[in-house]
């Protein structure tokens, strides 16, 4: 067993959830291997080392179960068994951003507009649907997610670098769902959620006081004088404790661990499910460690 491959326990915990290894496909766990391989260390699928087999298969049995949501059902059969042994911290959940550098071999699919004669040529743009933008950084993605108190992520999403990170409070929190094995429905609530200032606004506040989450999220210096302005009318003050919020730095070390990944940290992938992808095996793993 190399290093950073499955040990024995992970493989017993991930394989029930993987498809049958029918269809002349190669065995499961060696092109795993090869997979947590690459994201490990961010080389170019064709340097892959000769023990995991063919490069190709490696890539292509990755790229095939990111577009076909199986990495998804993966997951989501890890967070049930996971809830079930009471490994999940469901007492507080955090949610947060980190933005990750697009290579260049990540900057396709992008579209040009027609040229308009006697004006300028429109610089190339890219595809939002495949997640990259231009930020300060230069071309840039954004991972969203929500991490439990365990510093292991529940949800994903990935959007372009210069999306901002209000907006995507409650797409991430729809994302939230774990089953649970036998008789009952999905959680989809924590007990507390935590944010910074980022997620501070209105339609988040309201979202989350509709589904009866609690949450400390501090208000911007800019948001507090505008709603006292307003006076009665602004409503009073959202509740805001500091203990609780110091917890916050656990979504902080949930990306940490995310991006220890060199794949995560830095997006080698040109296509943005293909990318979901391997972030989601990253978590995988992640949970798969205990």
């Keep these: 067993m190399g290093r950073g491959d499955l040990t024995n326990d992970e493989w017993a915990r991930l394989r029930p959830h993987l498809p049958k290894s029918g269809q002349g496909w190669a065995n499961h766990r060696r092109v795993i291997n090869g997979i947590l391989f690459r994201q490990r260390t961010g080389v170019p699928w064709r340097d892959l080392?000769?023990?995991?087999?063919?490069?190709?298969?490696?890539?292509e049995r990755h790229r095939r179960w990111s577009a076909d949501g199986t990495w998804d059902k993966v997951h989501a059969a890890v967070l049930a068994d996971a809830d079930a042994e009471g490994r999940?911290?469901?007492?507080?959940?955090s949610v947060d951003s980190t933005s990750c550098r697009a290579h260049q071999h990540a900057a396709g699919a992008c579209r040009r507009y027609p040229r308009v004669p006697g004006k300028r040529s429109t610089p190339r743009q890219h595809r939002p649907d495949e997640g990259l933008g231009?930020?300060?950084g230069g071309l840039t993605c954004k991972i969203h997610l929500a991490g439990e108190g365990g510093r292991r992520p529940l949800a994903l999403l990935i959007t372009p670098g210069q999306w901002g990170d209000a907006p995507q409070l409650?797409?991430?929190m729809e994302r939230i769902r774990v089953d649970r094995l036998g008789?009952?429905?999905?959680?989809?609530?924590?007990?507390?959620?935590?944010?910074?200032?980022?997620?501070?606004?209105r339609r988040n506040r309201r979202y989350l006081r509709r589904r009866q989450i609690k949450h400390t999220i501090p208000e911007p210096r800019n948001q507090r004088a505008n709603r006292r302005s307003r006076g009665r009318k602004g409503g009073r003050?959202?509740?805001?404790?500091k203990?609780?919020?110091?917890?916050?730095?656990?979504?902080?070390?949930?990306?940490?661990?995310?991006?220890?990944?060199r794949a995560v940290a830095t997006r080698y992938d040109k296509r943005a499910?293909?990318?979901?992808?391997?972030?989601t095996v990253t978590a995988i793993r992640l949970w798969l460690r205990g």
């Design 243 to 261: 203990e609780i919020y110091k917890r916050r730095n656990e979504v902080e070390r949930t990306i940490n661990a995310l991006k220890g990944f």
């Design 170 to 172: 409650i797409p991430v």
């Design 49 to 59: 080392p000769a023990r995991f087999g063919k490069w190709k298969t490696v890539h």
């Design 88 to 93: 999940i911290d469901w007492a507080m959940v």
């Design 237 to 241: 003050p959202a509740a805001f404790d």
């Design 134 to 136: 231009r930020s300060r």
């Design 273 to 279: 499910y293909v990318f979901h992808g391997t972030v």
């Design 183 to 201: 008789v009952g429905r999905p959680r989809t609530r924590p007990d507390h959620l935590g944010g910074d200032k980022a997620y501070s606004s």
